[in-house]
């Protein structure tokens, strides 16, 4: 209790030293006083818009920069088989491991009829995406180790045709940005918590609490994990062992998935215990943290927020099911947070259901009552997240919530960005900017929907998930998260540009 107060009065004083670094809102920002962001789930941007008119797609891919090399450094002379199978169980028909043997070391379309046939509407087999293993992967900017260090084989390298999904149309209507990387390496968790903080989250103390079997082994490069003895050479051999893929890094930050504190959390109470929590003894939750988020900022400046989670109180009432809604609830960053613990007057604001299918969410939409900036994560089954969800589902879901905003009242003035945490483990030809430890990890589809945006254009400027979080910051004369500023620092001791903060996208001369 004592650790937990002292935690919050230094983060009290870090914010209060914060407000200091505000600035006033650049001319034009102004126009812009509702905020929409929309989170979906793990796809690279050549797994779903290589394809799109003007962007940098698979059309400037080679041969040689597609082809991909084993875990020797040497190029495979064929992809090895999707192992477990390219769709997932219960798929009819399914494509089995044979059937996705001896395809060329080369990219690939799911939805070819004349090869796998499996359209959008199919849940594929999942693929890793993991902190160590992406930046394995992307192999200092070269992205030939996708398949070498992935436990899905040749499933990497597939992509779709995307022009038959509904958020292609999107894309051409508005703008569609083809330069927007993840906020971190890895998976959805930590880029959960760079779109809410810009920050990693820390575990104290790992080396003597329950998460010390979790703190992976890495190399001394400290972005390579140790490989086990017993791991099979090549990449045609099998799925790559490690001595220790943990959750946690040698110097205790967490950035594989954890569970969150409260509830809902896939880890119970404590038997007889606060039955708004998880049990704080179980190997995988995440102890409650103190970093400033950007919905601290906001709440200081007075501006108005939530986080909508679709499926929300259904997972608090316990009647979260498989497949639907399948909520997730590593989805949820600020859960995670000491501000926003069960209890909290914060906690009871900003935190909402965002109901089964959204439809909470989208009757604030319908009744103009969203608040100036709002998040919304739609329930597992509408995220579109291999292994679990298909594409056509989730896609349909994000163009049905763009087409109740753009008849809402507050859409007069409204800047929306729909995109995804991460690449899911999906291979993308761009190599990330040369940034800090965190990231930025792989390319990622990102929209930029307004009354002020540039209709029908392609943005070519560099952003990240953080970029999100820089607009929200300077429309709102915020504070800069330290993470930005860290970034920023970052990026111009590698030669490389700050990332953008969407205005790129709009015309606020109007």
Not at 11 to 36: E, F, H, M, N, R
Not at 269 to 297: F, N, S, W, Y
Not at 411 to 425: F, I, K, P, Q
Not at 464 to 480: G, K, N, W
Request: proline content about 8%; glycine content about 10%.
């Amino acid at each position: 209790m004592i650790r937990s107060f002292l935690s919050l009065c230094l983060a009290s004083t870090a914010l209060a030293s914060l407000t200091a670094t505000a600035q006033a809102a650049p001319p034009g920002y102004d126009k812009i006083d509702t905020v929409v962001v929309i989170y979906a789930e793990n796809r690279s941007f050549d797994n779903l818009y290589g394809g799109f008119p003007g962007a940098n797609g698979l059309a400037n891919v080679s041969p040689d920069q597609a082809r991909q090399l084993d875990r020797d450094g040497k190029p495979l002379s064929e992809l090895p088989p999707a192992w477990g199978g390219l769709t997932g169980k219960g798929v009819t028909p399914a494509v089995t491991e044979a059937q996705s043997a001896h395809l060329a070391n080369a990219t690939f379309a799911i939805d070819d009829p004349k090869g796998f046939n499996e359209g959008t509407n199919v849940i594929t087999h999942d693929l890793w995406h993991r902190f160590y293993q992406e930046q394995m992967q992307i192999d200092a900017g070269r992205n030939d180790k996708f398949v070498a260090w992935a436990d899905s084989g040749s499933l990497v390298m597939g992509h779709y045709d995307g022009s038959k999904l509904p958020m292609w149309a999107i894309g051409q209507k508005y703008v569609l940005a083809d330069n927007f990387f993840q906020g971190a390496f890895g998976g959805s968790f930590l880029n959960h918590f760079m779109l809410a903080c810009a920050c990693v989250p820390y575990y104290p103390h790992a080396d003597t609490s329950p998460v010390k079997g979790q703190i992976a082994v890495v190399e001394a490069d400290g972005t390579t994990l140790k490989v086990a003895d017993n791991s099979p050479p090549s990449a045609m051999g099998g799925v790559p062992k490690f001595a220790n893929d943990g959750a946690i890094t040698p110097d205790f930050y967490a950035v594989n998935t954890m569970q969150p504190p409260y509830q809902p959390s896939a880890n119970k109470p404590v038997e007889g215990g606060d039955k708004a929590l998880a049990d704080p003894a179980a190997p995988t939750t995440l102890p409650p943290q103190h970093e400033i988020t950007i919905g601290d900022l906001l709440s200081l400046k007075g501006i108005s927020w939530a986080w909508y989670s679709g499926a929300w109180q259904a997972a608090l009432d316990g009647k979260n099911a498989t497949p639907v809604p399948n909520f997730q609830f590593h989805h949820q960053p600020f859960n995670y947070f000491a501000a926003y613990a069960p209890g909290t007057a914060a906690r009871a604001e900003h935190l909402r259901d965002g109901g089964l299918g959204g439809v909470e969410f989208i009757k604030a939409i319908d009744d103009g009552k969203l608040p100036q900036v709002s998040f919304y994560k739609p329930q597992g089954n509408l995220n579109e997240h291999a292994g679990y969800a298909d594409v056509t589902s989730g896609d349909q879901h994000l163009a049905d919530v763009v087409s109740h905003l753009e008849k809402s009242p507050q859409w007069a003035h409204m800047l929306v960005v729909v995109t995804y945490d991460e690449n899911g483990g999906f291979w993308d030809h761009v190599a990330p900017p040369k940034a800090d430890r965190w990231g930025p990890g792989n390319r990622v589809p990102a929209f930029i929907v307004s009354p002020y945006a540039k209709a029908g254009t392609v943005d070519h400027t560099q952003y990240d998930t953080t970029s999100i979080l820089r607009f929200i910051t300077a429309r709102y004369d915020l504070p800069v998260l330290p993470g930005i500023v860290a970034r920023d620092k970052a990026l111009r001791n590698h030669d490389q540009p700050p990332m953008g903060d969407l205005t790129a996208a709009l015309d606020l001369t109007r």
